[in-house]
């Protein structure tokens, strides 16, 4: 009995190891879990992005389309968002039609490594550190110079924001106190021979 219960006990200490490892792994291959963006953030990159009707907003992990979705309500933007999560896509688009805004805005289930960023002229981004690492290179070798690029929470590293913002969120209270988001952005720079 003893190895029996034994052998259980193991067994559901592997299991839940093996769980917490495929989880731990998973944002690192996603960019993280869908956290949709509080609101007042997005209207407020939106803003620090100087976002109007001339300009194609691209959002990479686009979880509930709200970005690209306001960019078109408030601005009068066009616009594109990517996300791997077939249902937050399905969503968006559902929410786009909802709201007569389809002609405007769409929502493709893509890997945003993958994604066609090149209408671009407003990138927005809300992923893990080591997503927006990956992403770099993509948007510097793929966005025209002058793209405006803004992200809520993460930076880029050594690519420091030309502006950052922070602002105080009710939403983001925990245990801790007051919580803070950040917005960074940053402007795609020209190239040599372009």
């Known amino acids: 009995m003893f190895h029996s219960a034994a052998a259980q006990f193991l067994a559901t200490v592997l299991l839940t190891a ?16 869908y956290v949709p963006t509080p609101q007042r953030v997005v209207d407020e990159m939106l803003g620090i992005a100087r976002v109007n009707s001339r300009d194609f907003v691209i ?3 686009s979880g509930d389309g709200r970005i690209v979705i306001t960019a078109a309500q ?3 933007a066009r616009g594109k968002g990517y996300d791997i999560d077939g249902e937050l896509v399905d969503r968006s688009n559902a929410s786009a039609r909802k709201l007569q805004l389809e002609q405007r805005v769409g929502f493709e289930q893509m890997d945003v490594l993958l994604a066609d960023i090149r209408e671009a002229t407003v990138v927005t981004l809300y992923l893990l550190p080591d997503m927006m690492r990956a992403l770099r290179s993509k948007l510097i070798r793929e966005l025209r110079p002058g793209t405006r690029i803004v992200s ?3 930076d880029f590293g050594d690519w420091k924001p030309e ?3 922070n602002i105080d969120l009710d939403e983001k209270y925990d245990v ?5 988001s950040t917005i960074y952005l940053w402007t795609v720079p020209s190239r040599p021979g372009r």
């Open 59 to 61: 959002d990479l992990g």
């Open 176 to 180: 801790t106190g007051s919580w803070t």
């Open 152 to 154: 809520h929470d993460f």
């Open 18 to 33: 093996s769980s917490g490892m495929a989880m731990a792994l998973e944002p690192m291959l996603t960019g993280g879990p």
């Open 163 to 165: 502006r950052s913002v």
């Open 74 to 76: 408030k601005f009068g």
